[in-house]
């Protein structure tokens, strides 16, 4: 095997790559460099695993240790067991049943033992002639022909070949990156890192004072010492775990802090507010009284909006909490001073919503709202763009088309993104810099309608400033939640019979996860549901809506649901934001257990929207896995988002709860924010002191954990 082409330090920063419970994908790839393609398959591999610098791979750590120390009897073998045997090949033969399958057996003093592979080469089938000594891991199955594993590690030894004396690393890896290679790139990396000490241990909390350096507790982990059992190694609260986590949380506080100490020497627009002008005009023209909370926040924000520093702001509610109308204040509050506004939403369909509302609120008070999006082009498309360039439209609403090269603002003083989880690092910067050559900065308002647990925020949104919608309008029905198997399905065609016959205004959803038939995903696709539906509920009128759709007929299938024109909408999950139908009671949400819990969550959001009593009918095809099983559950037990928040991130991890793999934040991939709670509060506390006293060693401890991920804290 060639030696591993691992890279040096000076190879440039690149985001650490996922270990421990992170999927080995967790990352994007970084870009390829010149001269990458001369490189082995396994070396290009490394890189897509974001593996380049020596400190990544010595932050890549192993999932789980494989105990090769010792050699069990095959007699003794039972069934579920993961064991080391060492025995002769008596013999080896492909056998053709339904398909090709080379099958081995091989014995010791005590007993028999088949080997199975299902995908081989002839390489293999010579390496296991009869004769061969071989050494076999992997897990037993005992059946009726007797003990067998499939697909186990094999290795052809000699009699007199020692055991190793330590157990063996598995690390996270992909299909082109051996095992074996991995673990030789991973051990001359750990002997080449840089993981001196950055400050004396006394700054350390004491209980990590006392405890192993970061070089000691990565060797630990790496390189176990002889006689040490896999469940210790695996334990996360003996010390060198310890130490990894805080590390790793240190780091990510002190890059926090760093961009928070960035953005206070921004400059932004004071958007002053004006007695008796547009903001005023609109509050005092909204069909509703704001809630507590609702006034709570508009107040935040204009404090936020008179200030010189731009405003960097999220706004967290649950589904139906109203927090268009205040970006609509806001909105109002920019134009006042006499500067434009732009709202980005991920949909046209959530993007054209907003924009009806925000037309209907502002147009009648004078304000012009220009609208912008993939499917506008042409003359209707150059109109919008002299509209925003001249400053006549003082609101701007739109999808990704807001940030295009040849979208020019007279004067942005404030950029709206709703559901920004679903955006990127690079498109919120795309938007900010469209005040660029005025030497200031756009207000910043981002707004979910996924809350964001305490911690959760206290972690990533360390440098942002939270508002929180905690209390829903009044006249708000509460939706009741039932979970049916796919045995259900005629039955709960039948609850939708009753539903559409129960009044003339009743309206109903079904949401598949496919829109057509799929060879490789055994789901119940959309265009299939239409007709059954269609079908099973003669004389209703039962819509289609997807993303392959163009822009104009989503449009028009929406608006005929909208308008009650179509009484069944079989939909992908399209609809999942923003959609405001307040007819619509029932909800079907097909093959539930593919969808994760705060995506369900909006779904659901969606009924419930009037004065109904509503249900949100969840089916799922068995078996459920244990995570589908929780996140039903979940939905079943509560409608309250903060809660359904609190259980996605103990069920999925903050990485992908807050859709970290797109937007280049950095995931934790050690330490958990429930668990290690003491740790982030430590961590929380030493970040100061080091950037104040030790400003160096806090950029080295940055840049040795997060790389260029930590240019991305700054967005």
Same mark, same amino acid.
């Given at each position: 095997?060639?030696?591993?082409?691992?890279?040096?330090?000076?190879?440039?920063?690149?985001?650490?790559?996922?270990?421990?419970?992170?999927? +080995?994908? +967790?990352?994007?790839?970084?870009?390829?460099?010149?001269?990458?393609?001369?490189?082995?398959?396994?070396?290009?591999?490394?890189?897509?695993?974001?593996?380049?610098?020596?400190?990544?791979?010595?932050?890549?750590?192993?999932? !789980?240790?494989?105990?090769?120390?010792?050699?069990?009897?095959?007699?003794?073998?039972?069934?579920?067991?993961?064991?080391?045997?060492?025995?002769?090949?008596?013999?080896?033969?492909?056998?053709?049943?339904?398909?090709?399958?080379?099958?081995?057996?091989?014995?010791?003093?005590?007993?028999?033992?088949?080997?199975?592979?299902?995908?081989?080469?002839?390489?293999?089938?010579?390496?296991?002639?009869?004769?061969?000594? $071989?050494?076999?891991?992997?897990? %037993?199955?005992?059946?009726?022909?007797?003990?067998?594993?499939?697909?186990?590690?094999?290795?052809?030894?000699?009699?007199?070949?020692?055991?190793?004396?330590?157990?063996?690393?598995?690390?996270?890896?992909?299909?082109?990156?051996?095992?074996?290679?991995?673990?030789?790139?991973?051990?001359?990396?750990?002997?080449?890192?840089?993981?001196?000490?950055?400050?004396?241990?006394?700054?350390?909390?004491?209980?990590?004072?006392?405890?192993?350096?970061?070089?000691?507790?990565?060797?630990?982990?790496?390189?176990?010492?002889?006689?040490?059992?896999?469940?210790?190694?695996?334990?996360?609260?003996?010390?060198?775990?310890?130490? $990894?986590?805080?590390?790793?949380?240190?780091?990510?506080?002190?890059?926090?802090?760093?961009?928070?100490?960035?953005?206070?020497?921004?400059?932004?627009?004071?958007?002053?507010?004006?007695?008796?002008?547009?903001?005023?005009?609109?509050?005092?023209?909204?069909?509703?009284?704001?809630?507590?909370?609702?006034?709570?926040?508009?107040?935040?924000?204009?404090?936020?909006?008179?200030?010189?520093?731009?405003?960097?702001?999220?706004?967290?509610?649950?589904?139906?909490?109203?927090?268009?109308?205040?970006?609509?204040?806001?909105?109002?509050?920019?134009?006042?001073?006499?500067?434009?506004?732009?709202?980005?939403?991920?949909?046209?369909?959530?993007?054209?919503?907003?924009?009806?509302?925000?037309?209907?609120?502002?147009?009648?008070?004078?304000?012009?709202?220009?609208?912008?999006?993939?499917?506008?082009?042409?003359?209707?498309?150059?109109?919008?763009?002299?509209?925003?360039?001249?400053?006549?439209?003082?609101?701007?609403?739109?999808?990704?088309? %807001?940030?295009?090269?040849?979208?020019?603002?007279?004067?942005?003083?404030?950029?709206?993104?709703?559901?920004?989880?679903?955006?990127? %690092?690079?498109?919120?910067?795309?938007?900010?810099?469209?005040?660029?050559?005025?030497?200031?900065?756009?207000?910043?308002?981002?707004?979910?309608?996924?809350?964001?647990?305490?911690?959760?925020?206290?972690?990533?949104?360390?440098?942002?400033?939270?508002?929180?919608?905690?209390?829903?309008?009044?006249?708000?029905?509460?939706?009741?939640?039932?979970?049916?198997?796919?045995?259900?399905?005629?039955?709960?065609?039948?609850?939708?019979?009753?539903?559409?016959?129960?009044?003339?205004?009743?309206?109903?959803?079904?949401?598949?996860?496919?829109?057509?038939?799929?060879?490789?995903?055994?789901?119940?696709?959309?265009?299939?549901?239409?007709?059954?539906?269609?079908?099973?509920?003669?004389?209703?009128?039962?819509?289609?809506?997807?993303?392959?759709?163009?822009?104009?007929?989503?449009?028009?299938?929406?608006?005929?649901?909208?308008?009650?024109?179509?009484?069944?909408?079989?939909?992908?999950?399209?609809?999942?934001?923003?959609?405001? %139908?307040? +007819?619509?009671?029932?909800?079907?949400?097909?093959?539930?257990? !593919?969808?994760?819990?705060?995506?369900?969550?909006?779904?659901?959001?969606?009924?419930?929207?009037?004065?109904?009593?509503?249900?949100?009918?969840?089916?799922?095809?068995?078996?459920?896995?244990?995570?589908?099983?929780?996140?039903?559950?979940?939905?079943?037990?509560?409608?309250?988002?903060?809660?359904?928040?609190?259980?996605?991130?103990?069920?999925?991890?903050?990485?992908?709860?807050?859709?970290?793999?797109?937007?280049?934040?950095?995931?934790?991939?050690?330490?958990?924010?429930?668990?290690?709670?003491?740790?982030?509060?430590?961590?929380?506390?030493?970040?100061?002191?080091?950037?104040?006293?030790?400003?160096?060693?806090?950029? +080295?401890?940055?840049?040795?954990?997060?790389?260029?991920?930590?240019?991305?804290?700054?967005?």
């Amino acid at each position: 095997m060639p030696a591993p082409t691992t890279p040096t330090r000076d190879a440039g920063p690149r985001p650490a790559a996922g270990a421990g419970r992170q999927r +080995a994908t +967790a990352r994007p790839a970084p870009a390829e460099p010149a001269g990458a393609r001369a490189l082995s398959a396994p070396a290009r591999a490394l890189r897509k695993l974001g593996l380049v610098r020596d400190i990544d791979l010595a932050l890549h750590l192993p999932l !789980r240790y494989e105990d090769e120390t010792r050699l069990v009897p095959i007699a003794t073998l039972r069934d579920g067991q993961q064991a080391q045997v060492q025995g002769q090949v008596r013999a080896a033969r492909v056998e053709q049943r339904t398909r090709r399958q080379l099958v081995v057996r091989i014995a010791d003093t005590s007993g028999e033992l088949v080997l199975r592979f299902l995908h081989f080469h002839p390489a293999q089938e010579k390496a296991m002639a009869p004769g061969r000594l $071989l050494r076999v891991l992997g897990e %037993v199955r005992v059946g009726l022909l007797g003990r067998e594993m499939v697909h186990p590690t094999v290795r052809a030894v000699a009699a007199d070949t020692p055991l190793p004396q330590a157990l063996t690393p598995v690390y996270p890896t992909s299909a082109q990156l051996p095992q074996a290679y991995l673990r030789k790139a991973v051990a001359g990396a750990l002997a080449r890192a840089p993981l001196a000490e950055l400050w004396p241990a006394a700054l350390l909390p004491p209980a990590l004072a006392a405890g192993p350096t970061l070089r000691a507790a990565l060797q630990e982990l790496h390189q176990p010492a002889p006689g040490q059992a896999p469940a210790t190694l695996e334990d996360r609260s003996r010390p060198a775990w310890q130490r $990894l986590k805080f590390d790793e949380l240190l780091a990510q506080q002190l890059a926090q802090a760093q961009a928070q100490a960035l953005r206070a020497a921004l400059r932004a627009p004071a958007l002053a507010a004006r007695a008796g002008a547009l903001h005023d005009a609109l509050r005092a023209a909204l069909p509703f009284t704001l809630t507590a909370a609702q006034r709570r926040v508009a107040a935040e924000l204009e404090r936020d909006l008179a200030r010189a520093q731009p405003m960097h702001r999220l706004l967290q509610g649950d589904v139906g909490a109203g927090k268009t109308v205040l970006a609509a204040l806001a909105a109002a509050r920019a134009i006042d001073a006499g500067w434009q506004c732009a709202l980005m939403a991920p949909t046209e369909i959530l993007a054209e919503q907003h924009f009806r509302k925000l037309v209907a609120w502002l147009e009648p008070l004078g304000v012009q709202v220009a609208w912008l999006s993939g499917s506008r082009k042409g003359r209707a498309r150059a109109r919008m763009l002299e509209l925003v360039a001249s400053g006549a439209a003082a609101l701007v609403v739109g999808t990704h088309a %807001v940030i295009q090269r040849d979208v020019v603002f007279a004067r942005l003083g404030l950029a709206v993104v709703d559901e920004q989880h679903r955006f990127g %690092v690079a498109q919120r910067l795309a938007l900010r810099a469209k005040l660029a050559g005025q030497d200031l900065e756009p207000h910043l308002l981002m707004m979910s309608a996924t809350p964001i647990p305490r911690t959760l925020a206290m972690s990533y949104f360390a440098d942002l400033d939270v508002s929180t919608l905690d209390e829903l309008p009044p006249g708000r029905t509460p939706v009741v939640t039932r979970v049916f198997g796919e045995d259900k399905r005629a039955q709960v065609i039948a609850k939708i019979r009753a539903e559409l016959a129960a009044g003339p205004a009743r309206q109903v959803y079904w949401v598949c996860p496919l829109v057509e038939e799929s060879a490789h995903v055994d789901l119940q696709n959309a265009t299939a549901t239409h007709a059954e539906l269609a079908a099973a509920l003669p004389g209703t009128p039962v819509g289609l809506l997807h993303g392959r759709m163009g822009a104009a007929e989503k449009t028009e299938v929406m608006s005929r649901f909208t308008g009650g024109a179509l009484r069944v909408l079989v939909a992908t999950t399209v609809i999942e934001v923003g959609v405001d %139908v307040p +007819a619509a009671s029932l909800m079907v949400i097909e093959h539930a257990e !593919r969808f994760g819990l705060a995506q369900l969550h909006q779904l659901r959001g969606r009924v419930g929207r009037g004065a109904e009593a509503s249900v949100c009918v969840l089916l799922y095809a068995a078996p459920l896995s244990a995570t589908a099983k929780q996140r039903l559950r979940a939905l079943a037990e509560t409608a309250d988002g903060f809660e359904i928040a609190r259980r996605d991130l103990a069920i999925r991890g903050p990485g992908e709860f807050m859709g970290a793999r797109q937007s280049g934040q950095a995931l934790l991939r050690f330490a958990d924010l429930e668990a290690d709670a003491a740790l982030l509060d430590a961590a929380r506390a030493l970040a100061p002191r080091l950037l104040r006293e030790q400003p160096e060693a806090a950029a +080295a401890h940055v840049q040795r954990w997060l790389g260029t991920a930590a240019e991305f804290m700054k967005a």
